[in-house]
């Protein structure tokens, strides 16, 4: 087996960059023996650390879960997973997965806020929104270790009991079913007055397939208004598409770097032929500014960082809040017509125009500001948001550093969910 040729271009985990479709006849071997015969030669061929795989045969896991977790390089790669292609092509192609499409975290306090909602989420009936504290699921007070339990399957149909905290301090109760949640990867888009000229602001949820046409309306507002700054904020933006956080790159320094190298993909040796720049394009809605403010925190990872770290050599880059994930690399999705499963290793690098990019250890902001998550996205007096307008007019922010234990702990997800970083 080997992988034929490459299709749709809209596919990358972010750093997820096309599909590969995996060619093979149909054998008499049962499906996980075939799947586990396909990963191993992917993996041999494409994975980024195939030299430091151990020695193993392929016969002697159950399923190709179990293989990769022996294949898998544990001090570097805390990413490559294996999902179903219905559940990858939902989330990329249509912008959906099973859930409730909220985002949490625990402050120091172990209190349990959301951080984020999509518009489409079961909860947004019942009045739920960022600043927002889960104070209860099934009755069972949340805690790191336990609250993905408490959230049960990503199956549609499961039901959880919630007991919530709204801002004035009110107990709200309540049941909600997990279904299938669309998302809206602006969360939003607004300008401010500052001083002489306008600030942009936008807060991005995820790059993904939809993102280009909401960042194109988002921008074009933008440029309407003859805005002279613009803060990004990717707070909870675990990555995506390359294609997309290009698109974002193109919008904010393509009027400006035309032309030039955003990123440059760098495989294993095996596969040096996929190795190619990315280039920054104009485009209708590219601003013309010279310096930007990205917010972000230990949930802005892969193609987040991607964005910012390519665009480091071309535009004045200021980053607020704390630093980012670490994941300077990148999967394909490989499938076969023979099975359902979905193979998504890391398989390339992206460095920037000045051959930097390996950030495993997260790219560090120039501005410490704690994530007021119980302020509402927009509201001046967040402490990130802040901090950002005050050093874009030359002020002092109204928030000082914050303290080590002032961080937030988000709770963990694997595989796909990892990558969409929502509930």
């Not at 859930?99 to 349990?112: C, E, V, Y």
């Not at 670490?326 to 390339?348: E, H, L, R």
Request: contains cysteine.
């Amino acid at each position: 087996m080997k992988a034929k040729h490459l299709t749709n271009a809209r596919l990358a985990l972010c750093i997820l960059a096309f599909t590969l479709l995996v060619s093979c006849s149909k054998s008499d071997t049962s499906p996980n023996m075939e799947a586990n015969k396909d990963l191993m030669s992917i993996m041999d061929d494409y994975y980024l650390w195939y030299d430091k795989m151990p020695s193993v045969k392929y016969e002697n896991y159950y399923s190709p879960n179990e293989l990769l977790e022996a294949l898998r390089y544990r001090e570097l790669d805390k990413w490559s997973y294996i999902t179903t292609r219905q559940e990858i092509e939902a989330y990329y192609d249509d912008a959906q997965f099973i859930g409730f499409g909220i985002g949490m975290a625990f402050d120091q306090n172990g209190k349990l806020w959301i951080t984020f909602i999509f518009d489409d989420s079961p909860l947004r009936k019942h009045g739920v929104d960022r600043g927002w504290r889960i104070d209860a699921l099934n009755g069972v007070k949340p805690t790191p270790s336990n609250v993905n339990d408490l959230f049960g399957p990503s199956n549609v149909g499961v039901t959880v009991d919630f007991a919530m905290i709204n801002p004035d301090g009110e107990t709200v109760r309540f049941s909600a079913s997990k279904r299938a949640v669309t998302m809206n990867t602006v969360l939003l888009d607004t300008v401010y007055s500052a001083g002489q000229g306008k600030v942009a602001y936008i807060v991005l949820k995820g790059f993904i397939g939809k993102t280009n046409q909401e960042l194109d309306q988002a921008f074009g507002n933008f440029l309407s208004q003859g805005v002279s700054d613009l803060i990004v904020d990717l707070r909870y933006n675990t990555g995506g598409l390359v294609s997309a956080a290009s698109y974002l790159s193109d919008l904010m320094a393509g009027y400006t770097a035309n032309n030039q190298i955003l990123g440059t993909y760098v495989h294993n040796e095996k596969q040096s032929k996929l190795n190619k720049p990315i280039y920054i394009k104009k485009r209708d809605n590219s601003l013309n500014i010279s310096r930007a403010v990205f917010i972000t925190s230990g949930q802005s990872a892969s193609a987040s960082e991607l964005a910012i770290n390519g665009l480091f050599p071309h535009l004045d880059l200021t980053l607020v809040g704390s630093k980012t994930y670490g994941k300077p690399v990148g999967m394909y999705v490989f499938t076969s017509d023979n099975y359902d499963w979905a193979f998504i290793p890391i398989c390339f690098k992206i460095l920037n125009a000045n051959n930097e990019g390996d950030y495993y250890n997260g790219i560090p902001v120039d501005i410490n500001q704690i994530d007021g998550i119980n302020y509402p996205f927009g509201n001046l007096d967040e402490p990130c948001l802040n901090s950002a307008i005050a050093f874009i007019q030359g002020l002092a922010p109204k928030y000082g550093m914050p303290s080590a234990n002032e961080r937030l702990e988000y709770p963990i997800q694997k595989g796909l969910y990892g990558e969409i970083g929502a509930w």
